[in-house]
């Protein structure tokens, strides 16, 4: 029985787009197995311990975000990742390979499968978008004529064929990052490393740039990993989300369940973040702790994915057989699942009834105060 | 002014600017890959190697404090050595070519040093070998700031090469002095200024154009 027959035979086998043969159980891209980096001291400073005890896997094929405040440890987990630090302690492995224990053109070889792109996008000024892309291509030993044509192709990837020949100095922000995403491509990486990409870009712009990445993810199969202190970018681009604080992972999952259901106060905070506080401040001044003769109880009403936001107000209406006024309301749509707060007014001798009939439908409430 | 004169000028003109292109070309071939080195080599840089950068640096900074006049005169059995005479422009090229390596070092020192670290650390990620990062990153991106720094080293050359004449390595400095000064022919010394000052005046013109055409394109973000 020749080789062809055994695969053939046996069970089907899986193969990425690069042809290999995908093994059981590599369904993971990137395995962080109790890693710890700490940076020694330096001049009277103490050292520091930017990553502790980490488990992680990232997920083959998927976009996962890493969230965390500045500080957390975000940008030193995506360089032990690419094999630019090594872990003081604990492996890193990518793909398969430790990366945390390559050393010199092993570890060279290795990182070109590894792209990233960067906040201020690090182009080279003395060379054209072109030119830059060219760059890793160069670098891991090209020929002439399959970077010109290589290059080409990036350019039109990335919608930006008409700038070939013009310098950073000459492309906006925008463009220069489709540069740097082009570069980052090059050489036909299967994991794309992404260190605040539209941190530096206006609202528009991140926008086109995550949505390229997303299409990257999508027809190229290019596993991502997206470093941003910015919730909105993990909403609208990851999978999956890791939450990272002081160096430890504090929350993990999928985006739809963790910022639906977020745990740790640190989520909390980044997830406020976006949906804002939702009591606008001219009602917040008019509340009053004590019921006001003839005024409402003002009660938040969570909505956190099962809710549909849109029946909460008339079904609590009907169960109280009592007008309920909707004062303010702040819903987003996260991986598909809605979550945010409704603020609404219910007749002020009415509202423990509201929290109770609230409670049995499984919604979360508060009682906020009183208005006249 | 005579034609004797005049021809005195041309000749001195000649060894001047032959002194000093040498001097520079030498000194460059042994200063950059020098400066280049010491930007490099400190801890936790591309080619860390700390205490190389400690020795060398302790050198060109002993070299470069050496008052040029001293280091003519202290390195002649160095001189002979090399040149097989201690005597004329050619014997005079080497102590400018010693006064200019350390010197050029240090200037292309502080212009790879401009380079934003960022730019390494990108290309290190690609798996740049860090003679690459070299060759394809720090130098081209610090391309305007070398011309410069080749720039300010030929322009002091001019003035070292002035000094030479103690040696007897000839040159307009040399004129200057045994003409204008001692033979007191003020005609003379104001020539040889005019000359330097209009051969300073086209180097520096020479190298802010290049340095400014290769900087068009660059930087400004
Ligand atoms: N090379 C280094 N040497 C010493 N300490 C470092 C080094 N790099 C990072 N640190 C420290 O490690 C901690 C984590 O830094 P890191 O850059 O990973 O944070 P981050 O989450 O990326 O922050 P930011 O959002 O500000 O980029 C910080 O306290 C930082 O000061
Ligand atoms: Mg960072």
């Known amino acids: 029985m020749n080789a062809h027959q055994a695969v053939t035979q046996g069970e089907p086998v899986v193969v990425d787009r690069a042809g290999k043969p995908k093994l059981p159980g590599t369904d993971v891209m990137v395995r962080f197995a109790g890693v710890t980096k700490t940076y020694p001291h330096r001049r009277g400073k103490p050292g520091v311990e930017a990553l502790c005890d980490v488990d992680l896997e990232i997920g083959r094929g998927a976009i996962t975000g890493i969230i965390g405040r500045s500080g957390a440890g975000k940008s030193s987990l995506v360089r032990l990742i690419n094999g630019l630090e090594k872990p003081s302690g604990g492996r890193v492995v990518v793909d398969g390979r430790e990366i945390s224990r390559l050393t010199g053109a092993d570890l060279r070889l290795a990182q070109r499968s590894i792209g990233m792109i960067f906040q201020h996008f690090n182009l080279l000024s003395s060379r054209t978008a072109a030119q830059n892309i060219a760059l890793p291509l160069e670098i891991a030993g090209w020929s002439r004529t399959d970077i010109a044509r290589r290059v080409g192709q990036l350019l039109a990837l990335v919608d930006i064929a008409d700038k070939r020949d013009r310098y950073p100095s000459e492309l906006s922000g925008g463009q220069k990052q489709r540069v740097g995403i082009a570069r980052a491509l090059a050489t036909r990486p299967d994991v794309l490393l992404s260190d605040e990409a539209t941190s530096a870009l206006d609202p528009q712009t991140t926008r086109s740039i995550l949505d390229l990445l997303s299409t990257i993810n999508r027809e190229l199969g290019v596993t991502i990993v997206l470093i941003t202190h910015e919730m909105s970018v993990v909403r609208q681009l990851a999978r999956d989300v890791v939450v990272i604080d002081a160096g430890r992972i504090v929350e993990r999952g999928e985006v739809a369940d963790i910022f639906t259901a977020p745990k740790h106060p640190t989520t909390q905070a980044f997830l406020g973040e976006v949906l804002g506080e939702a009591v606008p401040l001219s009602l917040a001044n008019r509340l009053q702790p004590a019921p006001v003769a003839g005024g409402q109880a003002v009660l938040r009403v969570a909505v956190r994915g099962a809710v549909a936001a849109d029946t909460v107000v008339a079904r609590l209406s009907r169960a109280l057989d009592a007008d309920v006024a909707l004062l303010a309301a702040r819903i987003d749509e996260i991986g598909g699942r809605h979550v945010g707060s409704l603020i609404v007014g219910v007749p002020a001798a009415r509202a423990e009834q509201a929290l109770a009939q609230l409670a049995q439908s499984r919604i979360e409430g508060e009682h906020l105060g009183y208005v006249a | ?221």
């Open chain 2, 1 to 221: 002014m005579s034609r004797d004169l005049i021809n005195l000028i041309v000749e001195a003109t000649w060894q001047s600017l032959y002194m000093v292109s040498l001097s520079a070309l030498l000194g460059t071939f042994l200063g950059a890959p020098l400066g280049i080195f010491l930007a490099t080599s400190r801890k936790g840089e591309l080619f860390a190697a700390p205490f190389a950068n400690l020795i060398l640096g302790t050198i060109v900074n002993a070299t470069r404090s050496t008052p040029f006049i001293i280091l003519v005169v202290a390195i002649i059995p160095f001189t002979r050595l090399v040149a097989g005479t201690s005597i004329g422009s050619s014997a005079a090229i080497v102590p400018l070519t010693v006064a200019a390596t350390p010197f050029i070092a240090r200037l292309v020192e502080a212009a790879i040093r401009e380079i934003d670290g960022g730019l390494v650390e990108t290309a290190a990620s690609f798996g740049a070998t860090p003679l690459q990062i070299v060759i394809k990153v720090l130098i081209p991106e610090a391309l305007p700031g070398l011309v410069l720094a080749l720039t300010l080293a030929v322009v002091s050359l001019l003035g070292y090469s002035a000094m030479v004449g103690a040696v007897g390595g000839g040159g307009l400095g040399d004129l200057g002095i045994r003409y204008g000064y001692q033979r007191f022919m003020p005609e003379m010394m104001l020539a040889v200024v005019v000359v330097l000052i209009a051969l300073v005046q086209a180097v520096q013109t020479l190298g802010d154009h290049l340095a400014r055409r290769l900087n068009r394109r660059l930087r400004h973000r």
